[in-house]
């Protein structure tokens, strides 16, 4: 069941959006650069 203890504005629900976002989105492309450095050192 949704308990409404806590009153959210759709500000915060963005901003929380966004955090969790730009974390996967940071974390992606860390991983991206690893691997590409990581294959041209290989060959």
Not at 9 to 24: A, D, G
Request: proline content about 2%; aromatic content about 12%; some cysteine.
């Amino acid at each position: 069941m949704w308990t409404m203890n806590e009153h959210y504005c759709p500000e915060q629900l963005v901003m929380k959006i966004n955090t969790l976002y730009l974390t996967v989105f940071t974390v992606y492309k860390i991983e991206h650069l690893i691997n590409e450095t990581g294959i041209s050192k290989n060959s």
